[in-house]
């Protein structure tokens, strides 16, 4: 929690270093947050197309806004893990630039839903794995 807590103060700090632990654990905080209103949203949609022939308005508004609460959290949550992941890269002993290509390609990628291209997919499947083997490197000793 402890490094959560950092994760959300550090909100527009991108200097300094963040060390493996740093990183991950707000990473699959975030991601287990992201996965469990998926999981309200997709119950949600099953619980109503199974239990009622057709579905009203009010249904379409609920899953709607279920949608929005993911979308508020990710973008509240945009900033602070561009911050983190230049951090990380700085502490893998890389450039903070070399992280900028990365981050804004594949969250554009992931924000524009650019994905159902094949080559776009290629590309973002491969760009992500770069990433996950940098973010997974031992803090470089100077």
Request: charged share 15%; with cysteine.
């Amino acid at each position: 929690m402890k490094q959560y807590i950092l994760f959300l103060k550090g909100y527009f700090t991108f200097a300094g270093k963040s060390n493996r632990k740093e990183y991950w654990i707000p990473t699959l905080i975030n991601r287990g947050i992201q996965f469990l209103i998926y999981a309200i949203w997709l119950g949600y949609i099953n619980y109503v197309s199974t239990h009622y022939s057709f579905i009203t308005s009010t249904d379409i508004n609920t899953a709607k806004n279920i949608i929005l609460v993911s979308n508020v959290f990710s973008a509240l949550i945009l900033i602070p893990s561009w911050s983190i992941a230049v951090r990380r890269f700085r502490d893998a002993g890389l450039a903070w630039y070399y992280c900028f290509p990365f981050v804004v390609a594949t969250d554009g990628i992931a924000l524009f839903r650019l994905y159902n291209n094949p080559i776009v997919a290629t590309l973002f499947m491969l760009m992500m794995a770069y990433q996950f083997v940098i973010f997974l490197r031992p803090t470089k000793r100077e």
